[in-house]
């Protein structure tokens, strides 16, 4: 969600709606919460700015109101909460346009004072474009306190501009800011300060005479206004024109430094995911003392890299120097693992480090951390194969984010929050498809929609393909789709579309297993339910419990399993499938049948003690149900 206070007061949501906000005072009452974020603000406060001296006996219930109308627009009740300190409005950094615009206005005013005029000028014009208006709060009646916090900004926003000016005169822009530079005098004409500033930059645009007759003008009106004569910076500005100095001779125009944009365009129709978004964007935005590091792991076609460039897009702001992306291709059929060698060369191109030739991993490494050093910039790094693949990309100053997407747990990346992703809820996935294919459609056969988000399980990738070939068919009733996906044997071959198949992103995943684990997929696979046991798992595949385990973990680590409790491990139901069609390409169906038994045999229970027992399963369709078993 994104708040904006530096001009009329406006919330959006995650997805750029805009939300309405209702009355006056619970506009008022939401500005003076987002003038205090994070802090508790008593209630009595609340009502003397809300009503003064003259509030009714009515004020403490109507605050009430307020509050709980602002958490029903807001969609968000935890947004708001009342403790005994009083009311505190929760948000995650980046969110709130005051929080950015100072964190940018620090960055430029540091980099101006350390000679780097050009990161201060794209820090402080990145502050200066976030104010929508002239003041804070624009067209809102606000009471004292808060009008003198909106000040205070708005005090800051003059110390930005101000900045923003010198810095573009050190890098030789006196002819481009001229007319900004009059167009400012002409609106605060008794400011000293930019009148020097104009005379400079008349100066040296070769304008010495209109550049006297600034200072003329400006001691007229200080002696008509306020009755005093200029400053001693306007005045020694004017004595040096008059004397030439040689040291106002203007500098060489420099370019302007453009920062990577490198993100790849967002998911249409994101969907979901709130309590992921919310963690990710705390973590790529809140203060630390190291690179901070966030692994979104999580089967293939989970929408890893969908939820990552969604995010990236939420905080690009917070990244003066830039956003830079690599698809390092572990999961690109027909395409072999980025090299970091050529990836290192690729990203030190991009921040403008033409060196020929290609320095060996470590030199390039060295290279890419020394260019990074105190830049702002954030590094998505999608569909990485191994912590090995990414170790050397990442950049080492506290001031840059990284954010891996990766099937397989990067556990021994150091400092590295990891976030499992998880399939989707069945009320996102419907959310989902309705985006993807139109509302009308989904509510013309709701039975149908139903059935076929049941029968993606969850599974962004599949619902995706499944809305593209609706889309590439209007007129196909959707439960024409849904039927063809009921066929279980049928099921991966209707989910492909225009390049995109489930069968061909699971098939990545399942290469990378050594033998014997591919042999321990295909065999859990021809269990039912909803979880099996180790001893089920040494039964299937006939190995010792203790190696059964291992093959079980890392199939987990491939994210081709799921970790149920200790010893219980389930299996996504497309998965399913998929290790099913593995098992009748690569062995016999007596093999398959033998597996069975033996799981029947070791982990059936009589009637009388039922703990846990085995059962056939139901007859579904196609081959594989020859020799399914359900485990409960």
């Known amino acids: 969600m994104d708040f904006k206070i530096l001009g009329p007061i406006e ?123 002239e003041s804070v709060l624009e067209e809102l009646p606000l ?30 822009q006196h002819d481009e800011m001229l007319a900004d530079l009059e167009a400012l005098t002409r609106r605060d004409p008794l400011n000293e300060r930019l009148r020097t500033q104009l005379m400079l930059a008349l100066y040296r645009s070769g304008r010495r005479a209109d550049a006297l007759t600034i200072y003329q003008g400006a001691r007229m009106t200080l002696a008509a206004e306020v009755g005093i004569d200029p400053g001693p910076d306007l005045v020694r500005m004017h004595q040096r024109i008059l004397a030439d100095d040689p040291a106002l001779t203007p500098p060489p125009a420099v370019a302007a430094r453009r920062a990577p944009a490198e993100l790849p365009i967002g998911p249409a129709a994101f969907t979901g995911r709130a309590a992921e978004i919310t963690r990710l964007r705390t973590m790529l935005t809140s203060a630390s003392g190291a690179t901070a590091i966030s692994a979104i792991t999580g089967a293939a076609g989970v929408g890893k890299s969908a939820l990552a460039v969604h995010v990236a897009h ?58 990074t050093d105190g830049r702002h ?41 990891h976030f499992r992703l998880g399939v989707m809820a069945e009320d996102e996935t419907s959310t989902l498809l309705g985006r993807l294919i139109g509302e009308e459609r989904v509510a013309a056969e709701q039975r149908a929609a139903r059935a076929i988000v049941r029968l993606c399980a969850g599974l962004p990738l599949a619902i995706r393909i499944a809305a ?45 297993l050594d033998a014997e684990s591919s042999r321990m997929f295909r065999m859990v696979s021809l269990l039912d339910g909803v979880a099996i046991s180790v001893a089920a798992a040494a039964a299937l595949a006939d190995r010792s419990e203790p190696r059964t385990a291992d093959l079980l973990d890392h199939l987990a680590e491939a994210q ?70 359900r485990f409960d």
């Open 314 to 371: 939420q905080v690009a702001g917070r990244f003066a120097d830039g956003r830079l992306y690599v698809d390092l291709h572990d999961s690109t059929p027909g395409v072999a693992p980025l090299n970091p060698a050529d990836v290192l060369a690729r990203l030190l191109r991009s921040l403008g480090d033409d060196t020929a030739g290609r320095p060996d991993v470590d030199e390039a490494a060295a290279r890419f951390r020394s260019l």
């Open 11 to 133: 919330v959006r949501t995650s997805r750029g709606r805009p939300i309405a906000l209702g009355r006056r005072k619970q506009r008022v009452l939401l500005a003076a919460l987002l003038l205090n974020t994070d802090k508790a603000i008593p209630s009595r406060r609340m009502l003397d700015w809300l009503w003064g001296e003259h509030a009714p006996a009515t004020a403490q219930s109507n605050l009430y109101t307020y509050i709980s109308a602002l958490r029903k627009v807001l969609d968000s009740p935890s947004r708001i909460e009342a403790g005994p300190n009083g009311y505190l409005l929760r948000v995650t950094p980046g969110e709130v346009d005051v929080t950015l615009f100072e964190d940018l206005a620090a960055q430029g005013q540091q980099a101006l004072s350390a000679g780097r005029h050009d990161v201060a000028l794209e820090r402080l014009t990145r502050a200066l474009c976030l104010w929508r208006g």
């Open 143 to 172: 009471p004292t306190p808060l009008r003198c916090e909106a000040a205070r900004l708005e005090r800051l926003r003059a110390t930005v501009v101000d900045a923003s000016l010198e810095a573009r005169l050190a890098l030789g």
């Open 560 to 629: 081709l399993l799921e970790a149920h409790g200790h010893d219980r491990y389930r299996m996504h139901d497309l998965l399913r499938l998929f290790a099913r069609e593995r098992a009748r390409a690569e062995g016999t169906e007596e093999d398959q049948a033998l597996a069975v038994w033996r799981a029947r045999r070791e982990v059936w229970t009589p009637p009388a003690q039922p703990a846990t027992y085995m059962t056939a399963s139901r007859p579904a369709r196609g081959k594989s149900s020859l020799f399914a078993a």
């Open 468 to 512: 593209a070939r609706l889309i590439a068919r209007p007129g196909l009733p959707l439960r024409a789709l849904a039927d063809r996906l009921a066929v279980e044997d049928h099921r991966l071959s209707e989910l492909q579309a225009d390049g995109q198949a489930v069968r061909a992103c699971f098939m990545m995943s399942y290469r990378s």
């Open 377 to 417: 910039l954030l590094l998505l790094l999608d569909n990485a194969r191994d912590a090995a693949q990414v170790r050397p990309l990442l950049p080492a100053s506290p001031t840059c984010r990284v954010l891996v997407t990766a099937r397989r747990m990067l556990t021994s990346l150091d400092a590295a929050s």
